[in-house]
């Protein structure tokens, strides 16, 4: 009898992740947020909402289904309430999954949001996500505190629209960065 030896291959794959590698993404950039929430100054009474553009940037990387969108926003509520400064910071509970399910919702429809090669997503994500996510804040924080609609209209108004705009634009500088980390996916150099 012959000694027949077999060659095997054996293919080796370098960290590709896993099916859960959303949720270490998305847990990473929460925490971001949480720290810059706190190191982050006012300037003219406008600080940028850090958790809704982390959450923006990962649901725009990890593409989340609904319901997981909805657990980033329960999330990134939960942990907002102790960083609040807000007279009633239970409300970010509501609002941030309201912000998630619509950054989901527009990150997963078919239309293109490009300009010159660049994707505008996040931008327009963003943008939405924050103005849904503080209007639904401002609404409960007005019911809850009982405050005049001349309050509402021309004190918070502006500042969701104000924090909109900074956040629009944070989450589109930082999205290149952090999806060409994403993509990476542990390639080596």
Same mark, same amino acid.
């Given at each position: 009898?012959?000694n027949?030896q077999?060659?095997q291959?054996?293919?080796?794959?370098?960290?590709?992740?896993?099916?859960?590698r959303w949720?270490?993404?998305?847990?990473?950039l929460?925490?971001?947020? #949480?720290?810059l929430?706190l190191v982050?100054?006012?300037?003219?009474g406008?600080?940028?909402?850090w958790?809704?553009?982390?959450y923006?940037?990962?649901?725009?990387?990890?593409?989340p289904t609904l319901?997981?969108?909805?657990?980033?926003?329960?999330?990134?509520g939960?942990?907002q309430?102790?960083?609040s400064?807000?007279?009633f910071?239970?409300?970010?509970?509501?609002?941030?999954?309201v912000? #998630?399910?619509?950054c989901a919702?527009?990150t997963?429809?078919a239309?293109?949001?490009?300009?010159?090669?660049?994707?505008?997503?996040? #931008?327009?994500a963003?943008f939405?996500?924050t103005?849904?996510?503080g209007?639904?804040?401002?609404?409960?924080?007005k019911?809850?505190?009982?405050?005049p609609?001349?309050?509402f209209?021309?004190?918070m108004?502006?500042?969701v629209?104000?924090? #909109?705009?900074v956040?629009?634009i944070?989450t589109?500088l930082?999205?290149?960065?952090?999806?060409?980390?994403?993509n990476?996916?542990?390639?080596?150099?």
């Open positions: 009898m012959e027949k077999q060659e291959m054996v293919t080796y794959t370098q960290a590709q992740g896993g099916n859960y949720v270490t993404v998305t847990t990473l929460l925490a971001i947020g #949480a720290i929430k982050t100054p006012s300037v003219g406008i600080t940028p909402n958790m809704i553009a982390m923006c940037i990962a649901i725009n990387l990890t593409r319901g997981q969108a909805v657990g980033i926003g329960l999330v990134a939960a942990v309430i102790p960083l400064k807000s007279a910071p239970y409300g970010n509970l509501l609002s941030e999954p912000g #998630a399910i619509i919702l527009i997963h429809a239309m293109n949001m490009t300009l010159g090669g660049y994707n505008l997503r996040p #931008a327009v963003t939405i996500s103005v849904a996510s209007l639904t804040f401002i609404t409960i924080m019911l809850v505190l009982a405050l609609m001349s309050v209209l021309y004190a108004l502006p500042v629209f104000a924090v #909109a705009v956040n629009m944070l589109q930082l999205y290149f960065p952090a999806q060409k980390l994403f990476s996916r542990g390639k080596s150099e």
